[in-house]
């Protein structure tokens, strides 16, 4: 039961504070700029994401030629699907010069792009549109020619009826609890969360990034939000719950701030996976999209909610987490993942020596940006010069996305010594690692 994990987990009163080399200002002043920071979030992620109603969008911009930025999922589709009179001249992405073409469209980087002849860029991201715009500014783009599209009021005039529509969804029938998660990771997961909050009071929103489908065997009813954050507020502020327990990925960790500050009274819990107070500025700028901006909104976020919420829990500990907790005040859980006690049952046979379970970028991406996820050529020289095996499982190759992104990857390692996997189920992964002689832990953040 998680009051009992909760009960067990480790307590840490840490020592020391990184939050002022961030350009934080003090406890006081970081409170009273909550409500400024809330409106911010809201104006940017506020209007759900939704392929049909940016359709609709486009169809205003018939007769335009048109720049997409961003050579991804939701710009194919806009290429298969824009309407007839838009004319989509290229597409920017920040690896134009290894993608070349994407769907039988030019890609330029955004330097290229501000010496195009364009009516507009369109930014249709459900989650960077903010990022882009700034860096088509940097370029020499004039913002009146950048439309972002979910923070655009006609966009959100369009929206309006759906956000309606999901704030009366979610908010149907009365519950004591509510779990809002954005991705399928967890600390702790939801069969372990139905010892403590009951699948018959508790509902669960997804406000993450998802294909529209939600697994129907879960143990709570799920509600796909489409990432919008004004049907979630919407729908808190009309059910009001007494408990909220939040999981966040990296990216959006600035929910628990957002709750507490909408829902004072409730008791919110949030779970981060990871912080980006953790993250070397470059890897949070290269890898995932952020900029400046929103890496400092985000170390805001993490430190609001270490000082409001009524308990943050995370993977974190050591002594140099204590430089990350020392300002905190809200109780903290150090809680490892989904860790259950050593099974009687025999090992399986021996798999290996070395294994690497987590996040691997694509090849292409590695020679664009140098982070600190580009450690194979290390792990291939060990297993060389020391006589060794290892075995990749790159959690970002799916069954349904990976094969072309990770040729290189699958050609290059296909046999031992160095062999590399797409990813497995995790309860798979766990049975296989008990396998091997160690693990090979990629860690370029604080603890």
Request: with cysteine; proline share 6%; hydrophobic share 45%.
């Amino acid at each position: 039961m998680v009051s009992s994990i909760l009960n067990r987990a480790g307590d840490s009163r840490l020592a020391s504070d990184i939050w002022a080399s961030f350009g934080l200002p003090d406890n006081n002043a970081l409170l009273a700029g909550v409500a400024e920071l809330a409106q911010a979030l809201l104006d940017w992620y506020g209007a759900p994401r939704d392929p049909r109603l940016i359709w609709r969008f486009c169809g205003e911009l018939s007769g335009c030629r048109v720049l997409l930025y961003g050579a991804g999922t939701l710009t194919r589709a806009l290429l298969r699907q824009s309407p007839v009179n838009m004319q989509v001249v290229g597409v920017i992405d920040r690896m134009a010069a290894e993608i070349g073409v994407f769907e039988g469209v030019p890609v330029v980087s955004p330097t290229q792009a501000a010496k195009m002849s364009f009516d507009y860029v369109l930014l249709a991201h459900n989650v960077y549109e903010m990022e882009m715009q700034r860096t088509l500014i940097d370029a020499g783009i004039s913002p009146n020619r950048i439309i972002a599209v979910h923070a655009d009021p006609r966009y959100r005039s369009l929206a309006a009826e759906t956000t309606a529509t999901l704030i009366e969804r979610a908010s149907r029938r009365p519950v004591e609890a509510v779990i809002i998660s954005c991705c399928n990771t967890s600390i702790i997961n939801d069969q372990q969360m139905t010892g403590w909050l009951s699948p018959e009071r508790t509902v669960e929103f997804f406000i993450g990034r998802g294909n529209g489908e939600l697994d129907a065997s879960a143990p709570y009813e799920t509600i796909d939000l489409q990432e919008s954050l004004d049907a979630l507020q919407g729908a808190l502020l009309r059910m009001r719950p007494r408990v909220i327990y939040v999981r966040s990925l990296l990216y959006k960790n600035y929910l628990g701030m957002l709750i507490k500050h909408w829902l004072p009274s409730s008791v919110v819990i949030q779970e981060f996976y990871d912080y980006s107070a953790l993250w070397p500025d470059n890897d949070l700028i290269q890898l995932f999209g952020l900029d400046l901006v929103s890496i400092n909104w985000l170390r805001r976020a993490e430190l609001v909610a270490a000082l409001t919420l009524d308990m943050v829990i995370s993977k974190r500990g050591g002594g140099e987490w204590r430089e990350v907790w020392n300002r905190c005040t809200a109780p903290y859980r150090m809680i490892f993942p989904q860790v259950t006690p050593p099974s009687a049952a025999a090992p399986p046979p021996s798999a290996g020596d070395l294994v690497y379970a987590g996040f691997l970028p694509a090849p292409s991406f590695l020679r664009t940006f140098p982070i600190g996820y580009n450690f194979l050529p290390l792990l291939e020289e060990v297993c060389q010069a020391g006589g060794l095996t290892a075995d990749i499982f790159n959690s970002s190759h799916t069954v349904d996305n990976g094969a072309d992104i990770f040729a290189e990857y699958l050609e290059r390692y296909a046999h031992p010594p160095l062999t590399y996997h797409a990813r497995l189920s995790y309860l798979e992964l766990l049975n296989r690692m008990r396998g091997y002689r160690y693990g090979w832990l990629y860690n370029d953040q604080k603890t």
